[in-house]
């Protein structure tokens, strides 16, 4: 059993050295994220517990660190095998023994993991609760140390959650089976039910609850009226080049359209959608977890079991039929944290179709449904912060306005002067034609128009006629339109027509104001979040490059490129153009067993990288300001690489020799040697750069005064190699 640690209110896992050493160690992260703390805190001291934790907060490493820090295996519950399996694949990566049962194995695969947990080798054993079902699951069970059980997708056991799994239920089960052994469950749904219900159906005891912020400050949040779909859309993606998105489209011959016509401009697109044969659904989705393709067009039904952490938008072409599910599916951008764009496209016939398919509502339930379909098109019309309004709806309050991450704070959207005169004047012209009407009449009359129809009418009479003249025609239907989504007139029957309701009558009369917006084309402002590092164009250059090297590696190892390395880890790498083993640890993202397995070949391609593209390795960040807190568990590791190379860089060695002698990469070899000429105050050049040659680079530095390498090497005609120039200025840089 593990050892009980003691009972304490305060998240001592925040400042646990033991917790941050792993925490650095096998996942390369410095700090924990909002909210982690508690909820490993719960996990270590065996309370059971419910942490709620948007999507990107960081839930996983929750359970995963607290498997590693206690003794045992712990059990996670998960469900679905592709979720499954990019977590056990995740975990390999990092150093964990981490595996899975599922249908999907090969009998001799599962004899290997049964033989581990026999053994007691395994730290996490993920299991769907399918498997938890069959008759042997106990046996095999009582036959490991089971640290702790935590639940993922835990929402998936309520019925009031979008995602209900009746196999769910069984988990209750694992209580009887193992009364000792605490339950954790981790969801990223936050409505109070949902939560009851959690606690209630998995049996949770004085369950300590975590909730974090839902706000995603690193999505931008903005809605469109839709004009014309695809510019549009086309304006989005233009502003995404080379970037993971998805389009969600309502209905299935909306994503076959819009998939072609984006794939007749060129665009790599594919579709998805529950009416594609099984097996074209899973290419398609393997395209787009490895990187082939890059946009998704796509109903609901393209949902969870996306994991690609780094798709940087998401495209509503219309409008969801509740905030709930807004959240969810916009939610699938920015998962690594970095920036990310959400854009909704909605006319004012969405909420009308929402009905159609709701019918006549029978129950409160079908009200309620009513009800969301309403507060969704409220979302696209509002005028207040976007973040303020998703974070109120789920009943958190919101302080940071302006958010400075959404359409309305940054006043993409005018107001139009003298709304709610406006609007009464189009409401009084509907009922001067009797509410008989639509609304494309309605606009020629306010507009003064001379058409054979109203003149035919007599509408050229009206005292409403040649009202809003000075307005454009399309102005004025999109006028309409907003007075139908604000709920002040309704289209009715077969041929749509205009009428005023009750509302819109209190409009008239005064006792109630209005805000139209200015229908104008919008230049949409692309915001970087705290989380993304600036980059300069060329290194922004040299993140595509390694996002392309990347690839490779994944295709080597059979997994997707974002189980490798996340964007957040190749920004930094490309802002920091870490040149030594040393300084590669130092990079959020890379843990000891990564940059073992890929630390020689990333360093060469961050060399080679930042040769291409004109820049120094080593960046702005002196390589020698990895200060982290001596963990008493493990002692920072000697490097023995290192010291080799530095040894015989005393003696004399060059970079080839000692590249040769310790059989690492040059260019790791070459990283070391920077960090000997600056550690050793070397003031000679040679053996690495000839006097000759040392003299050349200095004299070209001097005229240009310049810092960076390209100018050196270009005024040199190429003839000094970027190695060289930056071994002569280590050099001179001891000199003063
Ligand atoms: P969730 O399951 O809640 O959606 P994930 O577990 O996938 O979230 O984590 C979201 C992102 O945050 C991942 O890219 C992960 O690597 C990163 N992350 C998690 N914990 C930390 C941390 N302590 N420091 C920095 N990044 C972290
Ligand atoms: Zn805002």
Same mark, same amino acid.
């Given at each position: ?76 519950? *998960?469900? =679905? ?45 993920? =299991? ?27 929402? +998936? ?71 014309? =779909? ?28 819009? +998939? ?76 690594? &944290? ?64 302006? +958010? ?11 107001? =139009? ?59 004025? *239907? ?26 819109? &009558? #209190? ?46 590696? #994944? ?182």
């Amino acid at each position: 059993m593990p050892h009980s640690a003691p009972p304490s209110a305060l998240p001592k896992a925040a400042t646990d050295p033991a917790l941050l050493d792993l925490l650095k160690r096998i996942w390369g992260y410095e700090a924990f994220l909002p909210n982690q703390a508690e909820a490993v805190e719960a996990l270590m001291t065996g309370r059971d517990s419910l942490t709620i934790l948007p999507t990107g907060g960081g839930k996983s490493i929750c359970y995963q660190l607290p498997a590693l820090a206690k003794p045992g295996m712990a059990i996670v519950i *998960s469900p =679905l095998l592709a979720l499954m399996k990019d977590q056990v694949d995740s975990l390999v990566a990092n150093g964990v023994a981490a595996a899975s049962l599922n249908s999907s194995m090969t009998s001799d695969e599962k004899r290997r993991v049964v033989d581990d947990l026999r053994a007691g080798r395994l730290k996490l054993l993920y =299991l769907s609760p399918e498997r938890l079902a069959s008759p042997d699951s106990f046996e095999l069970l009582s036959q490991a140390a089971i640290s702790f059980i935590a639940i993922d997708e835990a929402h +998936c056991v309520s019925q009031w959650g979008h995602e209900f799994r009746p196999d769910y239920r069984n988990l209750a089960q694992l209580r009887t089976w193992f009364p000792n052994v605490s339950m954790h469950a981790f969801t990223a749904t936050a409505t109070q039910t949902v939560r009851d219900d959690i606690v209630a159906a998995l049996g949770l005891k004085e369950a300590s609850v975590v909730v974090g912020s839902f706000d995603r400050p690193n999505l931008f949040y903005r809605a469109e009226f839709r004009r014309d =779909l695809v510019p549009q859309v086309r304006a989005v993606l233009d502003r995404h080049p080379g970037e993971a998105g998805i389009l969600y489209c309502i209905r299935r011959a909306d994503v076959e359209s819009l +998939c072609e016509t984006l794939q007749g401009l060129g665009y790599r697109a594919l579709p998805y959608h529950a009416g594609l044969p099984a097996e074209t659904r899973r290419q398609h989705q393997e395209a787009f977890s490895k990187e082939e393709v890059d946009l998704m067009v796509a109903t609901v039904a393209f949902g969870m079991g996306i994991d690609r952490s780094n798709v940087r938008f998401v495209i509503h072409t219309g409008m969801p039929k509740s905030i709930e599910n807004y959240q969810q599916e916009a939610g699938r951008a920015g998962r690594d &944290r970095l920036a990310a764009e959400c854009v909704l496209l909605y006319g004012a016939a969405d909420p009308v179709s929402w009905k159609s398919i709701q019918g006549e509502p029978k129950t409160p339930y079908d009200q309620h449904a009513l009800d969301k379909i309403r507060e969704m098109y409220r979302f696209c019309r509002t005028l207040t912060c976007r973040h303020r309004f998703l974070v109120t709806y789920f009943g958190e309050a919101f302080e940071a306005t302006p +958010c400075g991450a959404c359409d309305v704070c940054l006043g993409e959207h005018q107001v =139009l002067p003298d709304s709610t005169v406006v609007a009464q004047k189009i409401l009084s012209c509907v009922v001067r034609v009797q509410e008989r009407f639509g609304a494309r009449h309605v606009a020629e009359v306010l507009k003064g128009s001379k058409t054979a129809k109203l003149l035919q009418l007599g509408h050229d009479k009206l005292s409403t006629y040649g009202l809003l003249a000075d307005h454009a025609i399309a102005d004025l *239907s999109d006028w309409i339109d907003q007075l139908v989504g604000h709920g002040y007139l309704v289209r009715a029957g077969e041929y749509q027509v205009l009428k005023v309701t009750p509302e819109g &009558r #209190a409009l008239l009369k005064g006792e109630d104001s209005v805000q139209l917006t200015m229908p104008r084309a919008t230049v949409a402002k692309t915001v970087k979040s705290s989380e993304d590092l600036p980059l300069s164009p060329a290194e922004e250059a040299l993140f595509q490059d390694l996002r392309g090297w990347r690839r490779t590696m #994944a295709q080597e190892r059979g997994v997707p490129p974002y189980l490798v390395l996340g964007d957040a880890t190749l920004r930094e790498l490309a802002s920091r153009r870490p040149a030594s083993d040393l300084a590669l640890r130092a990079i959020k993202g890379i843990g000891e067993t990564k940059a073992r397995d890929l630390g020689d070949r990333l360093l060469e391609a961050l060399r080679q990288g930042a040769e291409a593209n004109g820049l120094e390795l080593g960046g702005d960040a002196p390589l020698m300001t990895v200060a982290k807190p001596a963990p008493k568990a493990s002692a920072p590791r000697a490097n023995p690489t290192r010291e080799t190379a530095f040894e015989a860089f005393g003696q004399g060695r060059t970079v080839a020799e000692v590249s040769e002698q310790t059989g690492r990469a040059a260019s790791t070899i070459e990283g070391y040697l920077l960090e000997y000429l600056q550690e050793e105050r070397v003031t000679s050049p040679e053996p690495w750069v000839d006097r000759e040659t040392y003299e050349q680079v200095l004299s070209k530095a001097n005229e240009l005064a310049a810092e960076r390498l390209k100018p050196i090497f270009e005024a040199l005609g190429g003839s000094v190699s970027y190695g060289a120039i930056r071994i002569a200025l280590a050099v001179r840089a001891n000199q003063g």
